[in-house]
């Protein structure tokens, strides 16, 4: 999967108490040539049959601007009654897996599969690139686990488990 890239873009993450998120969220998308946002991902209930929206990264607000670090900091300094946070500039690598697994409007979309011999089959999603990536399933909770770490942290995913013959 060909992911495109601008060079001249600049992602940073802002870590901020989970009460404050929504709101920077609004503030930071009401500046010229910023855009927040929040990466979510799809997690299937079975209990209720629908598709619910979790945060991936709790307590983490993303930013897209072509301002570099000096420039950002400076936004920051002038907006700093809202600014509550510790921020960090994404590195290359981190920038691409984010293109790898959120869709236009940042969500890890649900990945499909099913099991043959003991091993994952990916069908469908954005799982498919990554699947040497996955460490564990859990079916009761439709998701994958990966070995890759962001922001400290594992990265969880919506997976939904079909049977081959469908």
Do not use: W
Not at 39 to 61: A, Q, W
């Amino acid at each position: 999967m060909e992911v495109e890239e601008d060079l001249d873009i600049h992602y940073y993450v802002l870590y901020c108490q989970s009460l404050k998120i929504e709101k920077l969220y609004y503030v930071f998308n009401n500046q010229k040539d910023v855009e927040a946002f929040i990466p979510r991902y799809e997690k299937y209930i079975r209990s209720k049959d629908k598709v619910i929206i979790n945060p991936m990264f709790p307590g983490y607000l993303f930013i897209k601007t072509s301002k570099d670090q000096i420039e950002f900091d400076t936004m920051l300094t002038l907006m700093y009654e809202q600014k509550d946070g510790v921020i960090k500039e994404l590195k290359k690598d981190e920038i691409h897996l984010l293109h790898l697994l959120l869709n236009k409007h940042y969500i890890l979309k649900i990945s499909k599969g099913y099991k043959e011999d003991g091993r994952l089959i990916l069908t469908e999603g954005p799982l498919m690139n990554l699947q040497e990536h996955i460490t564990a399933i859990i079916p009761k909770d439709h998701l994958a686990i990966l070995n890759i770490k962001f922001l400290n942290r594992k990265i969880k995913a919506g997976l939904e488990m079909q049977n081959r013959n469908i």
